[in-house]
């Protein structure tokens, strides 16, 4: 059975799946950039945990990456509603059904990336902070 920690980062990557964009879980930046973009959700860390004593708990704000990718004509546009779009599918539900106690995202720094031979890439790292409780810091 998988650990909380697992359940959030599923369902995160289940919530950015429902978008237009072509969303991956840990895997590299493919050749191809799809049109609408591509979002790669990367676990990032879940720091020091608050510890409560009673009853034991370890209260985390787990630090989730999510990298978005577009390239091509009118990538500004595009990565402007990709970005928007992550916005908006945290804020239906910013527990993720429940899985943890709140879900944040940071604004993105987005950078230009030349490509030989092709179109420019505008890339960004949201980082998304998961609040989150478990009993056991290992599951």
Do not use: N
Request: with cysteine.
């Amino acid at each position: 059975m998988p650990t909380p920690r697992e359940r959030i980062l599923t369902a995160l990557h289940v919530r950015l799946s429902s978008l237009p964009a072509t969303a991956l879980r840990g895997d590299v930046l493919p050749e191809r950039v799809p049109a609408e973009g591509l979002l790669i959700l990367r676990d990032g860390e879940p720091g020091e945990p608050e510890v409560t004593l009673s009853p034991l708990r370890y209260h985390y704000q787990h630090q989730a990456e999510i990298e978005a990718v577009v390239q091509g004509a009118g990538r500004d546009a595009v990565f402007d509603t990709l970005t928007a779009s992550v916005g908006t599918a945290l804020a239906t539900d910013r527990t993720l059904g429940g899985l943890c106690d709140w879900v944040e995202a940071e604004a993105p720094r987005p950078v230009d990336l030349p490509v030989q031979g092709a179109a420019s890439l505008k890339a960004a790292v949201i980082a998304v902070v998961l609040h989150y409780s478990m009993a056991d810091p290992l599951g």
